[in-house]
């Protein structure tokens, strides 16, 4: 059994700063690419940052130059720093991960329980 845990949310000000982290639990055999999704109301869940476990990142135009991600695999946790925050990025933000259980051949997708982001104006 896998369990994704985020945490790090909360209410800040424009032009705060917030550090998520996701913690991955489990019989885990290997962790593929880990991401970070959010989700506003009334709108479609996104991709906000991702990292493969080369290192590799990408992320969403709208926090580019804002946002950084990162993992330390010996922890098998991604963390997502946010720093000059706008209220705009106020949703609900998921952890995302692909990962390989021990015994298993292939690697599936996990997703966290969401933390809370509101920024104020």
């Known amino acids: 059994q896998v369990q994704l845990v985020d945490s790090g949310g909360g209410l800040v000000q424009a032009g705060g700063s917030l550090r998520l982290s996701c913690v991955a639990s489990?019989?885990?055999?290997?962790?593929?690419?880990m991401a970070w999704y959010r989700q506003a109301p009334g709108k479609q869940r996104e991709l906000v940052a991702a990292i493969t476990s080369g290192g590799s990142t990408n992320y969403a135009d709208s926090v580019k130059g804002r946002f950084t991600i990162s993992r330390d695999d010996a922890k098998n946790t991604a963390y997502l720093q946010m720093n000059s925050l706008k209220p705009e990025d106020t949703a609900v933000y998921y952890c995302?991960?692909?990962?390989?259980?021990?015994?298993?051949?292939?690697?599936?997708?996990?997703w966290g329980q969401g933390t809370q982001v509101t920024v104020s104006s």
């Open positions: 995302n991960a692909e990962i390989a259980n021990i015994g298993a051949w292939r690697y599936l997708k996990y």
């Open positions: 489990g019989s885990i055999a290997s962790i593929n690419t």
